[in-house]
């Protein structure tokens, strides 16, 4: 059968584990706008406890999004699609052999329609608040500075490259495959907190694109689109190179059990064969 054939099959049995991508990046785009306006909007309700120190509210902010993140992860829906939420994992994971082609293409696409509809939907309920300099939709993007946007890459290189080495290390062990949601979570309240001033601490392609579109500010998108999916890449390519511990089983983030089983019964299972 040809690519467009399988495609297009692909819809009508995965149709489900597309839709939770795309509700995924949805609520995480949602959850950042407004945890951004609740700690940084100066006429918050919360502005009266927030610290005025900006590392401070960067790790409040931090530690909130530790529990978006796990919501996600642990969530029914995110464990049937795994939970990607991000086209550089799931082109990881594609890579492995973990995610059909079809598959990984309409997951892209998912993520991507999930995260501007996110974004535009906040612009749009928000307005100004979600516009404020100190909100500024949420928008990753470089320094205006002359080495700004190689910093950024940077940057975005080195927190993609660690995030995904974590990950696999964490899905290859049995103790700890359980857990992922967790260490993921806890890496991006530490890159919210202290990398975020470099970056913005994106390590998404369809979350930059989504908040870009949002603002009408396409600065540096360049440095988002390319550093981490190369860096999940590298990542990839190294840790299959020298990692010879326990087989990945899947690509859930939640983690699955041994062998060939998923937490589904059959015929549920989210896609994470290769072609043939």
């Known amino acids: 059968m040809s690519f467009a054939g399988r495609f297009f099959a692909a819809l009508p049995r995965h149709w489900a584990h597309y839709l939770a991508e795309a509700a995924g990046l949805a609520f995480f785009v949602t959850c950042a706008g407004l945890l951004t306006v609740l700690v940084e909007h100066p006429n918050s309700p919360l502005a009266s406890y927030v610290p005025t120190a900006p590392l401070l509210r960067r790790a409040m902010l931090g530690g909130a999004m530790v529990l978006v993140i796990v919501s996600i992860v642990y969530s029914p829906w995110g464990k049937r699609s795994g939970a990607h939420i991000n086209p550089a994992v799931t082109l990881a994971f594609w890579q492995l052999g973990k995610v059909s082609t079809p598959d990984a293409v309409w997951y892209v696409l998912a993520q991507m329609t999930g995260g501007i509809g996110a974004a535009l939907l906040l612009r749009t309920v928000l307005g100004e608040w979600y516009a404020h300099p100190a909100v500024d939709f949420t928008v990753?993007?470089?320094?205006?500075?002359?080495?700004?946007?190689?910093?950024?890459?940077?940057?975005?290189?080195?927190?993609?490259?660690?995030?995904?080495?974590?990950?696999?290390?964490?899905?290859?062990?049995?103790?700890?495959?359980?857990?992922?949601?967790?260490?993921?979570?806890?890496?991006?309240?530490?890159?919210?907190?202290?990398?975020?001033?470099?970056?913005?601490?994106?390590?998404?392609?369809?979350?930059?694109?989504?908040?870009?579109?949002?603002?009408?500010?396409?600065?540096g998108l360049w440095v988002y689109f390319a550093a981490p999916p190369l860096a999940m890449w590298l990542a990839t390519v190294l840790f299959r190179r020298f990692y010879h511990g326990e087989d990945l089983d899947c690509a859930i983030l939640a983690g699955c059990g041994p062998g060939t089983s998923s937490p589904f019964t059959a015929g549920e299972e989210p896609p994470h064969y290769p072609d043939e």
């Open 140 to 219: 990753t993007q470089p320094k205006t500075t002359a080495m700004g946007p190689e910093l950024a890459f940077l940057a975005e290189f080195g927190i993609s490259f660690l995030l995904m080495l974590v990950l696999l290390m964490t899905l290859h062990s049995e103790r700890f495959k359980k857990l992922t949601g967790w260490f993921l979570g806890g890496l991006l309240a530490v890159y919210i907190t202290f990398e975020s001033p470099l970056s913005g601490m994106s390590l998404n392609p369809a979350r930059s694109l989504a908040t870009a579109l949002a603002a009408d500010s396409y600065n």
